[in-house]
Nanobody, 121 residues
Framework: QVQLVESGGGLVQAGGSLRLSCAAS????????MGWYRQAPGKQRELVAA???????NYADSVKGRFTISRDNAKNTVYMQMNSLKPEDTAVYYC???????????????WGQGTQVTVSS
């Protein structure tokens, strides 16, 4: 089994900061890309930021310059530092990892349970 456990969400005022963490555990052979998605009420889930195993990053235009994604490969953990938060950043944030389990030949996507981020104006 594989689990992605997120932490770090919460309520913050506009202009504030939060740091999300997501740790992958279980019978993991290798992890490719890891990332964060978010889904606001009535909207589709969207990619916020992603990072490859080699450290290449990709950001949604709406968060560039404010959010920073990073990972610790030794800990199978991905982080996202969110600064200058805006009310429109309010959403449930989901961790995603494309990984290969031991005894499996192909990688696939796994998801965390989601963590709420609420930014008040």
């Amino acid at each position: 089994q594989v689990q992605l456990v997120e932490s770090g969400g919460g309520l913050v005022q506009a202009g504030g900061s939060l740091r999300l963490s997501c740790a992958a555990s279980g019978s993991i052979f290798s992890i490719n890309a890891m990332g964060w998605y978010r889904q606001a009420p009535g909207k589709q889930r969207e990619l916020v930021a992603a990072i490859t195993s080699g450290g290449n990053t990709n950001y949604a235009d709406s968060v560039k310059g404010r959010f920073t994604i990073s990972r610790d490969n030794a800990k199978n953990t991905v982080y996202m530092q969110m600064n200058s938060l805006k009310p429109e950043d309010t959403a449930v944030y989901y961790c995603n990892a494309n990984l290969r389990r031991r005894a499996m030949t192909q990688a696939r996507d796994y998801w965390g349970q989601g963590t709420q981020v609420t930014v008040s104006s």
